[in-house]
């Protein structure tokens, strides 16, 4: 978690931030390769120390927070928090924290630091349309009542708002949808309904990028339907929308300022997908600082609805190989695992704010 200073100043206003998992306290990315048995048995030397009890200062005061960071420092704190300051809020804008499946120690997480976010989405809910004006919701069997009942007591103040996917919707159901203000309507009270019956405080809509660049205009009069319809109710709706710039491309992305302008007076918030920048396939950073940046003011170059942006902080780090396309997420518990094993010396790359290091692993062929 952040304990400290969490401002980021991109214009007139400050930004608000959306924490894209609970999970890792580091974000780095990394390169594999191979290594010889020599260099092996190094990384099976001395065990490092890892801290059990909660510290009485924060990270900035520890000297944890700097672009040099060592291995076995990371290694001996990352479980170490600072016991007085978990109430403690250093950001005045809204901050939305995913749980997510893959995650579960973000149940935990939310309770504990539940005072510095003020809103929380678990990853729990899908929309299936049935037929005509027939619409089921899945994922119920996940909503804890009694987690949340303990997420509120933690903060008076903080809203849950599951995401919600519209999943397995053809470009027909789409269609059908748009065509039709009862189905419109029918859809908004039965989500209207679902956030009464499960005391949510609202809904995380992901949906924008199943359509392309296809019935934008359609997809708009939805949303903002829905959005009248929750806030009738006094119940929030933020949107998921993907970044403004393609990554790896000056391109602009599927959801433009032009979107933004129509939508930004009836959304609550945005949620931007400020992250996964690279790919196996070109490997590299997750989130370069001057294409989130980019992303930011291409939707809002005036900062005028600056405070409704959530800007996505990735929790995870990516681990790619050397030997050919391929690469997957590293969460918290691997990234130590990979610290402990091989003791690497971690990178600052000062133009796209991010650390990385590089390790290698040794492989035994079986005949």
Known sequence: MFSGEEKLD????????????????????????????????KGATKKLEEKKLHSDKNVQDRGLVVVDPKAKDIILEHKSYCSKKTK???????????????????YDIAKIFGNKFTLISPVWLQVKRRGKERFQFTGLHDADQGWMKDVRKTSKTIKIVPRILFDGWTYQDFESVFGSEDEIEELSRNMVLLAKNEN???????????????????????????????HEAQLKLILVIPPAV??????????????????????????????????????????????????????????????????????????????????????????????????????????????YFEYKNFFVLQK
């Open 88 to 106: 403690e809020r250093h950001f005045s804008g809204d901050v939305l924290g995913y749980i997510t499946p893959w995650n579960n120690h973000g």
């Open 10 to 41: 991109m214009g007139k206003n400050t930004m608000r931030f959306l924490c894209a998992s609970l999970s890792l306290t580091m974000i780095c990315w990394l390169a594999e390769g191979t290594l010889s048995k020599t260099d092996a048995k």
């Open 246 to 355: 393609a990554a790896g491309t000056n391109q602009p992305g599927m959801f433009t300022k032009k979107e933004f302008d129509q939508l930004a007076s009836v959304i609550d918030s945005f949620s931007l997908m400020t992250y996964d920048y690279s790919a196996p396939h070109r490997p590299g950073p997750n989130s370069p600082l001057p294409w989130v940046r980019a992303c930011v003011e291409v939707l809002d170059p005036d900062s005028k609805w600056r405070n409704k942006i959530l800007l996505g902080l990735n929790f995870y780090g990516m681990d790619y190989s050397a030997l050919g396309a391929s690469g997957e997420p590293i969460l918290g518990s691997r990234y130590i695992e990979t610290l402990k094993e091989h003791k690497p010396k971690i990178l600052w790359d000062e133009q796209i704010a991010e650390h």
């Open 200 to 230: 949510f405080d609202g809904f995380v809509v992901e949906v924008w990028s199943q359509l392309g660049n296809q019935k934008q205009t359609e997809l708009i009069h939805l949303l903002t339907h829905l959005s009248e319809a929750l």
